[in-house]
């Protein structure tokens, strides 16, 4: 076994263009990936395995806000970056002061994203790094 632990990003989107896309974003960055269509397919997985989720926030049935509350539930501290196509006031409004690393509008520059992960994974308490 070896003593380098690679952080695992879970990325949760209805659209498997921006799934397909993070990923290989996060995999040149030496992330270990896992995506999902949904957040109920999240749910069913270990979520205590995963170091930082990114969420779309329009997604039909369980949106991104909600998601975000559910894995909070088991992970209250893990990194949760929302991604979004609408840009309305009211979710702005849902994310103020709800502890979230960041929200990035689609589309978004992918190099931030990642930078923005990077950080917050180092800036975790007890969290793997890559």
């Known amino acids: ?61 369980m949106d991104g806000f909600e998601l975000r509350e559910r894995v909070r539930e088991e992970r209250p501290a893990l990194p949760v970056f929302m991604i979004s196509g609408r840009h309305d006031l009211t979710s702005g409004r849902r994310l103020a002061g709800q502890g979230d690393i960041g929200f990035f509008s689609k589309p978004f520059d992918g190099r931030a994203l990642l930078a923005a992960v990077d950080k917050a994974l180092r800036d975790a308490k007890g969290g ?3």
């Open 1 to 61: 076994m070896t003593d380098h632990v690679r952080a695992v990003i879970a990325v949760v989107d209805d659209d498997p263009r921006v799934l397909e896309s993070l990923e290989n974003l996060f995999q040149s960055g030496g992330y270990d990936v896992q995506t999902y269509s949904s957040g109920a397919s999240l749910l069913e997985s270990d979520v205590t395995i995963i170091d930082c989720l990114i969420t779309d926030v329009g997604m039909p049935g």
């Open 128 to 130: 793997r790094t890559k």
